[in-house]
């Protein structure tokens, strides 16, 4: 299986450096700076890990996985929520069991790498 990650973030700087550390740990990453490019990839055909920002302009991270379900794109893919909110607000109602995780900018990267690599487990 590949080890696809798409990292779906507004922000550029977090994108390349999440990026650059998953790259180096053998994973392939795809980044994509909000909701719409998001879904465009899941319908050509991603399957894999996804790295989702909450607070994002236009489709936030809530409404982008909510989307994914609505279109039947979690079929081989895990998401899990990289966000610089330190607690889920109420627009994740519904949503929990879609997100295996949750993490908090700034992460540590040992940790954000474990939890990719136990999503990749999971998926197997």
């Known amino acids: 299986m590949n080890k696809q990650i798409m990292i779906v973030d507004d922000d550029s700087a977090i ?11 053998g994973f392939e990453v795809i980044m994509k ?16 890990v996804i790295l989702m920002d909450i607070m994002m302009p236009g489709m936030d991270g809530w409404d982008t996985i909510r989307e994914i379900v609505d279109n039947n794109h979690m079929d081989g893919t895990m998401i899990f929520m990289l966000t610089a909110k330190d607690r889920p607000d109420q627009k994740m109602e519904g949503l929990q069991e ?3 995780d949750y993490v908090t900018k700034p992460f540590e990267p040992e ?4 939890t990719v690599q136990g999503c990749f487990e999971l998926l197997q």
Do not use: W
């Open 15 to 25: 994108r390349t450096a999440v990026s650059e550390l998953l790259s180096i740990e």
């Open 33 to 48: 700076d909000g909701g719409e490019q998001c879904l465009e990839e899941l319908g050509n055909g991603f399957k894999g």
């Open 98 to 100: 879609y997100i295996i």
């Open 111 to 114: 940790e954000l790498i474990a």
